[in-house]
């Protein structure tokens, strides 16, 4: 037996997962760009993330995928098939909205019926898949009741069962738990990766929460402007953010603003005002003279009062302000030259604490830190 076939139960509910390209994908509407030349090669049973602020062009892209936005450039394919001529509700695809409610007027079993009886399904067959899906969701026995007798994450849980009761091999989720509490939602986040892994359909999920997308994704695509600025696993979007944005939207960062001085093999020198000259792996394509952003994570910091060490920046500056947060501290460092610095100090033993005022010089590895 083949370990996809150990771990996925395809034959009861939910397809095994299909490809899904989009290919240089547009949309306009007038002057608005809502998606610019979008092109994503997503993996069959693949979890991929759409991540990115308000206006970013997500839900435009699940909608041209589903069939209810035609794109005004550009191909999408599902599985190599090119799905512009096929009907939205002949694409196999299930779909879960944050307002994309469930009927009010129809008990939970009618509801996951609904997809059925439009496809022309008999009804023993509907009464046996409702049964199957409502456990695979954890609410079995909960045919008869109503939409307004359940919870806000039970009714998510139905609007998940609807979505998969038709055996889908792509699944859109735009902000799923976006109008649930941070507990339930962590909750459901879980579940829904569970299921993932048990269903292997392809999901492409919606969030502008980018922890969630951190905990949920094989890969997040960050959206800015209804473009792609960068499409890695969690790790490589936090560890090597590529633009300003992205190490801003995923964790939190500093950026110290200076000139790439030189080049010397793989480092770059950068001058930063009133900070000399601090060091970071070179990026092919930034040309000496040019300017820069070197980035560094808070985390990545330390108070460093020994001297100058050979892999490490140092700088000297001031502490403007401090917070404690339980199992850190959290420092604002002024620099010399009117720039700042957040670092993040654990709180254990051995690690020197800082009031505000405080002299601190401060410290990162070489390879910690990236040019943007
Ligand atoms: N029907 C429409 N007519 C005109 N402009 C639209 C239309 N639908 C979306 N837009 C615009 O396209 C852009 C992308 O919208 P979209 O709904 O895809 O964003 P989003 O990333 O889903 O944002 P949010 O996080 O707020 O849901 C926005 O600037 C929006 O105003
Ligand atoms: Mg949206």
Known sequence: MTVAAQVRTPEKIGGLGARVLFDRIEKRYGPV???????????????????????????????????????TAGEIYVDDDPIAAVPPYRRNIGMVFQNY???????????????????????????????????????PGYEG??????????????????????????LLMDEPL?????????????????????????????THDQEEALVMSDRIAVMNNG???????????????????VATFIGESNFIDGVLARADGAIGYVEAPGL???RAPLKPGIAAGSPVALTVRPEKIIAHDNGASSHLNTVDGTVADVVFVGEMRRYVVALPGGQRLVLKAQNRSGVQSFNRGDAIRVGWSVDDCRLV
């Open 33 to 71: 760009i809502a998606v610019d030349e979008v092109s994503l090669d997503i993996a069959p049973g693949e979890f991929v993330t759409l991540l990115g602020p308000s206006g970013s062009g997500k839900t435009t892209s699940l909608m041209m995928l589903a069939g209810f936005e035609i794109p």
């Open 101 to 139: 409610a469930l009927f009010p007027h129809m008990t939970v079993g009618e509801n996951i019926a609904f997809p059925l009886q439009m496809r022309k399904i008999g009804r023993s067959e509907i009464a046996r898949q409702t049964r199957d899906v409502l456990e695979l969701v954890g609410l």
């Open 145 to 170: 009741r109503y939409p307004k007798q359940l919870s806000g994450g039970q009714q998510q849980r139905i609007a998940v069962a609807r979505a998969l009761v038709f055996n889908p091999r792509v």
């Open 178 to 206: 976006g109008a649930l509490d941070k507990q339930l939602r962590e909750h459901l986040q879980l579940e829904i990766k569970a299921l993932h892994d048990k269903l292997g359909v392809t999901i492409i999920y919606v």
């Open 227 to 245: 473009r792609i600025e960068q499409c890695g696993g969690p790790t490589d979007l936090y560890d090597e953010p590529e633009t300003r944005f």
């Open 276 to 278: 000399g000259s601090l």
